[in-house]
């Protein structure tokens, strides 16, 4: 399979099946979600990173807590855009297709796994 480059999967090119039509091609509010998903979990690393030297450097116990409590908050946040995410297009997808059934069923399981 061929790799497309960054630019060209920004500007599209590389994304036209043989016949010149966009293929697999993305809304931009899908590419923004997915792009603060992403933004949003480096930051969780990065604090969860802290957290390992904070307890290896032998930080005050409070401190360690609320770094914790910090990196809870923000995995609760990406979850909730996850989840929006998945309402707003994977269920949308499915209803507008007639996989209504599915799509509840879907939803159920997400649910179930985040809450």
């Known amino acids: 399979m061929a790799k497309v480059s960054d630019k060209a999967k920004r500007s599209g ?8 039509s966009d293929k697999g091609k993305q ?12 933004k949003r979990l480096a930051r969780i690393a990065g604090h969860a990173t802290s957290l390992k030297r904070m307890w290896e450097e032998h930080a005050e116990c409070d401190e360690t807590l609320t770094q914790i409590s910090a ?3 923000a995995l609760d946040q990406v979850g909730k855009v996850i989840l929006q995410h998945h309402i707003n297009h994977c269920m949308r997808e499915a209803v507008e ?10 939803l159920k399981k997400a649910l179930d796994r985040f809450v």
């Open 97 to 106: 297709s007639g996989h209504v059934d599915d799509a509840i069923k879907d």
């Open 27 to 38: 809304p931009v509010e899908v590419d923004k979600d997915h792009e603060d998903v992403a």
């Open 71 to 73: 990196v809870r908050a």
């Open 13 to 20: 090119d590389g994304n036209k099946d043989s016949e010149g």
